[in-house]
């Protein structure tokens, strides 16, 4: 790291790294600029961004205590098949057992660790292989071999779980076990994009970005358009930047939205589209593009036509993987339409937003740079420094409010 890794007295990293030393990571002083007012209210410090214990804290308890998105499970829609997934640096093992349930686990044999299927890789098999020294473990992780040799009898060796839920095609997992229901995270977000019927999608692009900058960066720039008209003139062309309003929000989430211009039928670099709307839109929404963060990493960005997502993983202070995808409707897919409209409008907003943010983070990185003031378009962008320093401040994690959504747990 380039930058100052300060943090709060008596503050140590623990030898296992997870960062939990019990002091908050930034100290009160620093946070205070940040929890004023809108209007009076600053940026985080450099330190937020740059430091390895500032992270090593926030990953473990923003992703190792909590929900968090690993992805739609329609890529696990086949009997058999595993995917190695990544939570923040902890593998986790999703597989679809015979019966067709989900299942998850740590990603690590019992026997000396090896993983048993490499991340961001996917196999399908009638059973769990470690490819180390051969054990073999049924699709519900239960040992079922171990070539040449008798464990001792008692003894569990089964493969760990790991408490998932699904909600709308998406999976989701709570490495601690201990986090307050799914649906309390989701709030009102499952009826604010009911008419969007986000579970019968169909993903038709993926693209993944190595983003050189901090996942807060990425989360802050997501929830402005300030930097949009000159950052983004393709698609400030289609979109109007300024105007819309803020989401009342119940749940773990942020969001507004914006409205299309008048010369615009879509969110395309020519601002043409298939000339199709979701059913279930009224009238002002069909012109909007509702932007949606479920924290504390996944995008969810609506419009009438399709939607785009993007799915952070964290891999260093420094460094995001950021998973882009686009969802349409079964309509468009059946009529073949190309979503290349979609897809090129977004790989170019996709490479003008890491840009910025990766800009950011050198700025931020090199000493000299102090936290300035918030414009009036970045309400939404404190909303999250506010709910950050206070889950700095209490320990953790990022704060729901309220409950409304349904879930089906996966396990
Ligand atoms: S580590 Fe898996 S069989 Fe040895
Ligand atoms: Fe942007």
């Known amino acids: 790291m380039d930058g100052p890794d300060r943090t709060a007295a008596g503050a140590r990293a623990t030898p296992d790294g997870s960062g939990d030393w019990g002091g908050p990571p930034l100290p ?61 640096g902890a593998g986790v093992l999703a597989v679809r057992d015979a019966t067709g349930r989900l299942r998850t686990f740590r990603n690590a044999c019992r026997h000396r660790g090896h993983e048993l299927v490499a991340r961001g890789c996917a196999v399908r098999r009638s059973t769990i292989w470690c490819a180390y020294h051969a054990w073999v473990y049924r699709l519900d992780g239960s040992l079922r071999k171990a070539p040449r040799f008798d464990p001792p009898p008692d003894t569990d060796l089964d493969l760990l779980p790991v408490r998932s839920a699904q909600w709308q095609g998406w999976l989701f997992v709570d490495l601690s076990g201990n986090a307050p229901p799914l649906a309390d995270v989701i709030g009102d977000l499952d009826a604010a994009l009911a008419a969007y019927r986000p579970g019968e999608l169909r993903v038709v692009a993926s693209e993944e970005y190595d983003v050189a900058a901090n996942w807060k960066l990425i989360v802050e720039n997501y929830l402005e358009c300030y930097h949009c008209p000159s950052t983004h003139p393709e698609l400030s062309r289609v979109q109007r930047t300024e105007g819309g309003e803020s989401f009342p929000a119940t749940g773990r989430w942020l969001g507004g939205h914006l409205d299309l211009r008048n010369s615009a039928t879509s969110m395309s670099l020519d601002g043409a589209g298939p000339g199709w709307t979701f059913p279930g839109l009224d009238e002002d929404q069909a012109r909007q593009v509702r932007y949606h963060l479920l924290l504390p990493n996944l995008f969810i960005t609506a419009t009438h036509d399709y939607l785009v997502t993007h799915r952070l993983v964290p891999v260093a202070a420094d460094r995001t993987r950021v998973e882009c995808e686009w969802l349409f409707p079964a309509e468009l897919v059946v009529a073949d339409v190309d979503p290349g409209y979609a897809v090129e409008f977004w790989r170019t907003t996709n490479r003008q937003d890491w840009a910025a943010c990766e800009s950011v983070q050198r700025g931020v990185s090199g000493g000299g740079y102090r936290p300035g003031p918030l414009a009036p378009h970045e309400d939404l962008l404190h909303a999250f420094l506010v709910r950050l320093a206070a889950a700095y401040q209490s320990g953790g994690p990022l704060s729901s409010t309220g409950s409304a959504a349904s879930t089906e747990p996966a396990r």
Do not use: I, K, M, N
């Open 28 to 88: 009160p002083d620093e946070l205070a600029a940040t929890l004023l007012p809108p209007g009076r209210a600053r940026g985080l410090p450099a330190v937020a961004y740059t430091s390895d214990r500032v992270f090593a804290w926030e990953r473990d308890r923003f992703w190792r205590r909590d929900w968090v998105c690993l992805g739609r499970d329609a890529t696990l829609a086949e009997s058999g098949v595993q995917a190695g997934l990544d939570v923040a």
